[in-house]
């Protein structure tokens, strides 16, 4: 009972959290956005493998605050977990959830982890755990979600049989416009089952006019008038019941059985005339609905209860044939499914790129098997099945690619290899005589800053002397020693000698501070043309380390990554076997029950039929001797 | 005329005739009422189920044990956990592999908050060749128009200076058609290269401008 208030339920509440999701207006981390952009999509795999990656790149920051997920990390954490939710990976989003609960975080973003978390408890069919999690809610509650975490806590009171509760929660929520038409019914069940009749009714009545645009809405809206006019006729009521009725739309997807309900209010009321009209118009519809093959045999119940035997007549005959085709379809739908066409057609990827790939797929004329879908489709525990029959069918698919992506990365490894490794000895080789040129030259720069910083303490003109003076100087030195050892007669020589030492000197102890500015100047210019060097340098030993890299390193993670790929697609396709079984046993069964309600449907049509026909003839007989 | 239209019915479906008919026409109007009744005890029943069950036939397949279903439920769980887990992985090793951070360069295509032109196709061009070029869904351009960042391109390029060109055609909230291009510099280092094109409408000044991330 819980699971089907769930699921029924939460409609309101999981249709208002997609709502929001992927508006970002100040968007930092364009990999955030690029995972809201799948998501939105509906592409929950790729949203999440996305968010997942960019939340441990994230984390594995010795910054965080500097990376540009963390303006986004809060919504982050709590996305990755409806997307998980609505992957149907409940307990990993449960997990997600709790491990936001324990950490620690302001009171806003724990009590809208807790709502999440109760959230996903509902909806796993836990009321109990669901409210246990949302008496943990203290404090300030994000406005975005006060009203979504009241109407979950109404539902969960109303899963747990406490209406009055419901009702109490639900009563200061009717102003909600986020909510609006779900609250309104929500309200009106929970009157009902807590015995609050009149009220219920009032309630759903006002559910039942509300004025809307919103597809969801009117959906509830219609579904609120359908209860309304079944507790109406219920009540004998038939009047307000048939008006009730009337209310749903005709294109909605209650109409159908709003359409039998308002027939039969009116038989109970024994206005069979007006009967005819919604039973007519339903009978012109999809045969394999249940509700039209209904109306197909009260059509002519109600003709003959207005003595019109003969129109009564044709339409049991027809009724006859119908069901007798219809027998055909489930019947051939049974084999086909039996035979185990009904899984292939299921997965069809041109079909299933269609947002209404079910009703598509119910049409294609080759496909039996899928005839009776949409009834199918009813059924919670078919569509979870379906659900995750396709989504493994997906991954299977993921599966296959990567297995064959693995072989043309080997391929590119190869090839890399085959290109790079015969060139690299050689580039190496001429790579370690410019590397040695290169450290020379670094090293005799940073010898002259050394003399220049040391010049700066203490003076050295002839550091400074250019290389004619340097030649000079050495003549000089020379001549001295020449002298020294010939005649002291050359005294005149000697003060020659040390004139022009003098005239060096005096030339570099004057230009040694401008001498020593060039010289500096010198060094900065020399700077800047080793930063070029430095960084060809390291481009080189870039891309020279990218070449290596390009090929080495890969196989164990291949090889890793093929065996985990290879795991994986061996319990899927045991998985999906499983699953794919469970479909068709699902399937047949409720195709099995349809038969035998056609099988009786047909029966009771083909006795009225004779009946009809005995009295059409009696009244013809009649009136030919009257 | 049309009495012998339905007697040729009664033959037709394997009758005998009056007097069978009159044998089955107790039955048959009981039959009917007793539908009457049964659709009557499914309202009770449906009403109990504070109206839900109306909406959800009795199915035999909730004869199914519910622990296999859950049980064949946790494993479907487990095993996505695994994809997801490979699927990290082998992201990790394709942009090694293919897209090393030294010459990484991803576009991204985003629209503009709250404009509410149609984007029918983007053409990219990286010094001056196409590298990528969509045509968008309406599911991709809501996407796009709730928030949603595109990754159009992921490639390479080397360091250095680089011309982006951005073609796109769409229609104007007015209905009208309209295409525009713009071309963009940018520079690659050494990191991996993001480029965010943000796109609006006409009448919006720049249709396509360029952010740096």
Redesign the interface.
């Known amino acids: ?1 819980a699971a ?2 769930a699921r ?1 339920l939460v409609v309101g509440l999981t249709m208002c959290m997609v709502a929001g ?5 100040d ?1 930092k981390d ?2 955030y ?2 995972a ?7 592409q929950y ?1 790729e949203a ?2 996305r968010l ?2 960019e939340m ?1 790149l994230h984390d594995s920051v010795d910054e965080p605050q500097l990376d ?1 997920l963390w303006h986004h990390v809060g919504d982050a954490k709590f996305f990755v977990g409806d997307f998980e939710l609505r ?6 989003a449960g997990r997600a959830m709790q491990a936001v609960l324990e950490g620690d975080v302001d009171d806003e973003v724990r009590n809208e982890a807790a709502f999440r978390l109760a959230r996903i408890y509902f909806q796993k069919d836990q009321p109990e755990d669901a409210l246990r999690t949302l008496t943990r809610i203290e404090g300030p509650v994000p406005d975005a979600i006060k009203d979504d975490l009241e109407f979950l806590r109404a539902n969960v009171y ?1 899963a747990m049989g406490r209406p009055s509760d419901a009702v109490e929660t639900l009563v200061p929520l009717q102003g909600s416009q986020d909510l609006k038409g779900f609250t309104a019914y929500n309200l009106g ?1 929970a009157l ?2 807590a015995g609050q009749q009149q009220e219920a009714l009032h309630q759903l009545d006002k559910a039942g006019q509300l004025r809307t645009s919103d597809q969801g809405t009117l959906a509830i809206r219609d ?1 609120s008038n ?2 309304l006019g ?2 109406q ?2 009540s004998a009521d038939f009047g307000p019941a048939q008006h009730s009725l009337d209310r749903v739309r005709l294109e909605g997807p ?1 109409s159908n ?1 709003a359409l039998l ?1 308002a027939g ?1 209010a009116d ?2 009321a024994e206005n069979f005339e007006r009967a005819v009209v919604p039973w007519s118009i339903l009978a012109k519809r999809d045969s394999t609905d ?1 509700a039209v093959q209904e109306a197909i ?2 059509l002519p ?1 109600a003709y ?1 209860r207005l003595n019109v035997y ?1 129109r009564a ?2 339409l049991y ?1 027809r009724a ?1 044939e119908t069901f007798g085709n219809e027998l055909n379809k489930v019947n051939a739908s049974i084999k086909s499914i039996r035979e185990g066409k009904f899984l292939k057609a299921l997965v069809r990827e041109e079909i299933r790129q269609d947002k209404d790939w079910v009703i598509r797929l119910r049409s294609l004329p080759e496909t039996p098997e899928t005839y009776y879908l949409m ?1 199918l489709m ?5 569509q ?2 379906l659900q ?1 029959y396709l ?2 069918e997906d ?1 299977r698919k ?2 296959v690619a ?1 297995q064959h ?1 693995f072989d043309a ?1 080997d391929d ?2 190869r090839l890399r290899r085959q290109y790079y490794e015969p060139l690299l000895p050689g580039i190496d080789s001429q790579f370690r005589e410019l590397d040695a040129k290169i450290r020379l030259r670094l090293e005799q720069r940073e010898h002259l800053d050394q003399r220049i910083q040391a010049m700066l303490i203490a003076p050295r003109p002839d550091l400074l002397a250019t290389a004619d003076e340097r030649l000079v100087s050495m003549r000089i030195s020379e001549l001295e020693t020449r002298l020294q050892t010939a005649d002291p007669e050359d005294i005149q020589l000697q003060n020659r000698i040390d004139r022009l030492r003098g005239v060096q000197t005096w030339t570099l102890e004057t230009e040694y501070h401008e001498r020593l500015t060039e010289a500096y100047k010198h060094l900065q210019e020399l700077n800047s043309d080793i930063d070029v060097l430095t960084a060809q340098y390291q ?1 080189f030993v ?1 891309t020279r380390q ?1 070449a290596v ?2 090929f080495e390193g ?1 196989d164990i ?2 090889k890793r ?1 093929r065996t ?2 290879a795991d ?1 697609t061996q ?2 396709n045991l ?1 999906m076997a ?2 794919g079984h ?1 479909l068709e ?2 399937a047949v ?2 195709l ?2 349809r038969r035998d309600l056609l099988d009786s449907y047909q029966n ?1 049509a ?12 009696k009244m ?1 007989a009649s009136e030919e001797q009257g | 005329m ?2 012998h ?3 040729r ?2 033959e037709a ?1 394997g ?1 005998n005739g ?1 007097a ?3 044998r ?2 107790i ?3 009981g ?2 009422r007793e ?2 009744v049964r ?2 005890r499914i ?2 029943a ?2 109990l ?9 009795a ?6 044990s519910r622990e ?2 859950q049980g ?13 887990s ?8 394709e942009e ?2 293919l897209y ?1 951070s ?2 990484q360069l ?1 576009v ?1 295509v ?1 629209i503009a ?1 709250g404009d509410e032109f149609r984007l029918d196709s983007v053409q990219v061009s990286i010094d001056g060749e196409v590298v990528a070029h969509h045509i968008y869904s309406f ?2 351009l ?3 128009q ?6 159009i391109y992921t490639g390479n390029v080397p ?1 250095g200076a680089h011309q982006l060109d951005v073609a796109i055609a769409g229609k104007s909230s007015g209905g009208h058609d309209f295409s525009t291009a713009d071309s963009f510099s940018f520079s690659k280092d ?1 990191e991996p290269k ?1 480029v ?1 094109i943000t796109l609006a409408g006409p009448g919006s000044g720049s249709s396509i401008q360029l952010g740096d ?1």
């Open positions: 009972m089907v208030l029924t999701a992927a508006v970002g207006g968007l364009l990999y956005g690029e809201l952009y799948y998501a939105d999509q509906g795999f999440i493998a997942d990656a441990a540009t992957y149907r990976m409940h307990l990993r109303m069940i009902l089952q579904k359908l209860v079944t507790l006729f219920e209650y059985l309900r039969w038989v109970s249940a045999l009260a119940y003959s003969g007549a044709v005959g006859v009834a009813a059924s919670h525990d078919f979870t099945a995750n989504d493994l991954l993921k599966l990567w992506g990365f590119l490894i481009s870039r990218a890299h390009s890969y993670p291949i990554l985990r790929v994986a319990r899927l998985l499983r699953q469970m046993t699902v069964r409720e099995v029950a009771q083909r006795y009225a039929f004779a009946e009809s026909f005995d009295r059409a003839a013809q | 049309g009495c239209r339905f007697r019915g009664v479906l009758g009056a069978m008919i009159r089955l026409e039955l048959i109007s039959r009917v539908r009457a659709c009557q309202l009770h449906a009403l189920c504070l109206g839900i069950s109306l909406l959800t036939p199915g035999a397949a909730q004869d199914l296999q279903m064949l439920d946790e494993q479907v769980q487990e095993i996505k956990s695994d994809v997801l490979i699927a990290a992985e082998l992201d990790n090793l090694q592999l090393p030294n010459t991803a991204f985003s908050e599911k991709e809501d996407a796009l709730n928030g949603g960042v595109q990754r360091t050494i993001l965010g991330w």
